[in-house]
């Protein structure tokens, strides 16, 4: 299946001002909206604290984690996607990879490049990280 990550201007602008905020950390956030067969609507972001504080990896609170997927559920939300920044271009690491056969959504990977930041969504699709197409747009329009 191919899927579309649809997210607004400010959404991405917000993941990467966090990004710059938490250099040289990791900079995580989950990314929360509706799925409609691959098309990936997002509406909510919530930055989340990297709780290693590492340059080469991330975690969140496993407890802050599932506050956040119960409130979702009772909006009618799902988490689409999680982000992170990367210290290296914005493509999966062997960890990354990983961690996508344990959470299966689209994975929003940042890196600063020379002066400005770059984000690439990915999925995981037969033990291959498979590049998805991303849509910058007003959530009004969706």
Not at 22 to 28: G, M
Request: hydrophobic content about 35%; some cysteine; proline content about 7%.
């Amino acid at each position: 299946m191919q899927y579309t990550l649809h997210l607004s201007e400010q959404h991405l602008k917000s993941l990467h001002a966090y990004a710059e905020r938490c250099r040289p950390y990791e900079a995580p956030a989950l990314l929360f909206g509706r799925a409609e067969q691959g098309e990936l609507f997002v509406t909510r972001v919530e930055l989340m604290k990297n709780t290693l504080e590492s340059t080469a990896a991330f975690e969140i609170d496993p407890e802050e984690e599932y506050r956040l997927l119960v409130e979702a559920e009772q909006r009618g939300e799902e988490m689409l996607a999680i982000f992170h920044s990367h210290p290296a271009p914005p493509r999966p690491s062997s960890s990354d990879l990983a961690n996508m056969r344990l959470n299966p959504v689209v994975w929003l990977i940042a890196s600063r490049q020379q002066d400005h930041w770059e984000s690439r969504p990915f999925i995981l699709d037969g033990g291959k990280a498979v590049e998805v197409r991303m849509s910058i747009e007003e959530p009004d329009t969706y």
